[in-house]
């Protein structure tokens, strides 16, 4: 079936701008992770939805990052008066929910700010 | 918080030899942890997970090993071939009831030479 799905794969633009990715979970999946990875480096976790639970925010660098589900299932991550340092790949992940439910990632946005 | 060290970070063997990557964390109470296999311009992909309650799981030429008193679990694959070359990430969960809990090691770029 359809896996994780991001949009768009590839983003360039000029320091402060805004920016909208774009997250389709697997389809039945309730949770939905945003996670940030620099170059070579490992993931680090942003922010996390469970069904109509409150988001978990604890994971966001900055009060410029902002993230929304809408109707439980599509994602998209928001980052305002964008900065160089935010240039990384941004990876969606879903998964059931429950306990120890694995998640499945998408392919990530390569975010490059000028 | 959980926190997971992974080693090594860079790793080279030739086709046919057995590769091993290790990690430990730091929570106890973490029960569940899965490895990720990323390609290049991939998102990460679970390869095998293991739960607290077993010490061994193993898939083909992938298997897993956990030590919960040391506090440490290894991936051991097995008959490398190059197309194993690819970043491998470890996860553990910490003792929080949300998947928002998962901890990613720094990761480890296999290389197998044919």
């Known amino acids: 079936g359809a896996g994780v799905s991001q949009s768009p794969s590839n983003k360039v633009t000029e320091k402060g701008k805004d920016v909208e990715l774009r997250c389709d979970p697997i389809?039945?999946?309730?949770?939905l992770y945003w996670y940030r990875q620099s170059l070579g480096q490992g993931l680090e976790f942003l922010i996390y939805?469970?069904?109509?639970?409150?988001?978990?925010k604890s994971g966001l660098p900055s009060d410029r990052f902002s993230a929304e589900r809408t109707g439980g299932s599509v994602s998209t991550l928001t980052i305002q008066r964008t900065q160089q340092e935010d240039s990384a790949v941004y990876l969606c992940a879903s998964s059931l929910a429950g306990y120890n439910q694995p998640q499945h990632f998408g392919d990530g946005t390569r975010l490059s700010i000028l | 918080g959980e926190n997971v060290e992974q080693h090594p970070s860079t790793l080279s063997v030739q086709e046919g030899d057995s590769a091993v990557i290790k990690c430990t964390y730091s929570d106890s109470a973490s029960n569940y942890f899965p490895w990720y296999k990323q390609e290049l311009g991939k998102g990460p992909q679970l390869i095998i997970d293991i739960r607290s309650n077993v010490g061994e799981k193993k898939d083909q030429r992938i298997a897993v090993t956990l030590n919960k008193t040391a506090k440490h679990f290894s991936l051991h694959i097995t008959e490398t071939q190059p197309e194993d070359s690819a970043v491998y990430f470890c996860?553990?969960?910490?003792?929080?009831?949300?998947?928002?809990?998962?901890?990613f090691g720094a990761g480890t770029r296999l290389t197998v030479k044919p």
């Open positions: 389809s039945g999946h309730t949770a």
């Open positions: 939805f469970q069904g109509n639970s409150a988001p978990d």
């Open positions: 996860a553990a969960r910490g003792k929080g009831y949300n998947n928002n809990d998962m901890r």
